[in-house]
């Protein structure tokens, strides 16, 4: 993993409790990293507590200087982004299938050159139902 770029993973349904995890990792850190990549590919749904504490998180990356990129999201999880307006508010174009691609992504943001994908690569969550 590049300097600057930290990975957090979710293993379970997002709710509430789990959102107060993931702000103590935040708080934990030295400094703020410049990337945090949230990958989701065990998260099979979240509800709407888990979503506005998302949002929160996301604020507070904000705040801190730091890119939020998410990995790995399920539909359900998605649907919920979509239907709230969080797809827009991460932007598109940090929301990746696979974990390869985020990296990239992070790459990319810190001004290093992308990594060459894996073959066979793709969406997390395909691979976790076993469709690759």
Same mark, same amino acid.
């Given at each position: 993993?590049?300097?600057?770029?930290?990975?957090?993973?979710?293993?379970?349904?997002?709710?509430?409790?789990?959102?107060?995890?993931?702000?103590?990792?935040?708080?934990?850190?030295?400094?703020? $990293?410049?990337?945090?990549?949230?990958?989701?590919?065990?998260?099979?749904?979240?509800?709407?507590?888990?979503?506005?504490?998302?949002?929160?998180?996301?604020?507070?990356?904000?705040?801190?200087?730091?890119?939020?990129?998410? !990995?790995?999201?399920?539909?359900? $999880?998605?649907?919920?982004?979509?239907?709230?307006?969080?797809?827009?508010?991460?932007?598109?174009?940090?929301?990746?299938?696979?974990?390869?691609?985020?990296?990239?992504?992070?790459?990319?943001?810190?001004?290093?050159?992308?990594? $060459?994908?894996? !073959?066979?690569?793709? !969406?997390?969550?395909?691979?976790?139902?076993?469709?690759?």
């Amino acid at each position: 993993m590049p300097t600057g770029v930290e990975v957090y993973e979710i293993n379970g349904p997002f709710f509430f409790g789990v959102a107060d995890e993931l702000q103590d990792t935040l708080r934990g850190l030295e400094r703020p $990293p410049k990337v945090f990549i949230l990958r989701m590919r065990r998260v099979p749904a979240i509800d709407a507590t888990g979503l506005h504490a998302l949002e929160e998180f996301y604020r507070r990356c904000h705040r801190q200087g730091t890119t939020l990129l998410l !990995s790995g999201v399920h539909a359900q $999880p998605l649907f919920a982004f979509v239907r709230a307006g969080f797809d827009k508010v991460v932007a598109e174009e940090n929301i990746f299938g696979n974990i390869d691609d985020a990296v990239n992504r992070a790459r990319e943001l810190l001004g290093l050159p992308p990594q $060459p994908r894996p !073959s066979g690569a793709f !969406s997390e969550v395909a691979r976790e139902q076993g469709q690759g």
